[in-house]
């Protein structure tokens, strides 16, 4: 009896992050859709400055939960991922 084969991964939905037009020297912006606000957009910033690499989210999430802790929400991984493709 043949066995079909379902690759259910190809049905995982990757957002799709829209770097920002315009660059401010040192910070790169990336906007990356929200699953549970469709329609909703955060702006997730990369600042690289001498002595600063950090990143940040407009997200309520991340501004309540992760920035006192220092972590990162998902819209910010998800960044992370579209900036460094290799990794
Ligand atoms: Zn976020």
């Known amino acids: 009896m ?3 084969i379902v690759n259910h991964s190809s049905t995982t939905v ?3 992050v829209r770097p920002a037009e ?3 020297s040192g910070i790169r912006t ?3 859709p929200s699953d549970s606000h469709p329609g909703t957009e955060y702006a997730v910033q990369h600042i690289r400055k001498p002595g600063m ?3 940040q989210c407009s ?3 991340f501004y309540f939960r992760c920035a ?3 972590r ?3 819209h910010i991984r998800v960044a992370r991922l579209a900036a460094s493709p290799a990794a």
């Open 72 to 74: 990162h929400c998902k």
């Open 30 to 32: 990336y906007y990356v």
């Open 2 to 4: 043949a066995t079909t």
């Open 53 to 55: 690499n950090r990143w």
């Open 22 to 24: 315009h660059h401010s």
């Open 14 to 16: 990757v957002p799709t």
């Open 68 to 70: 006192a802790k220092r």
């Open 59 to 61: 997200c309520p999430h």
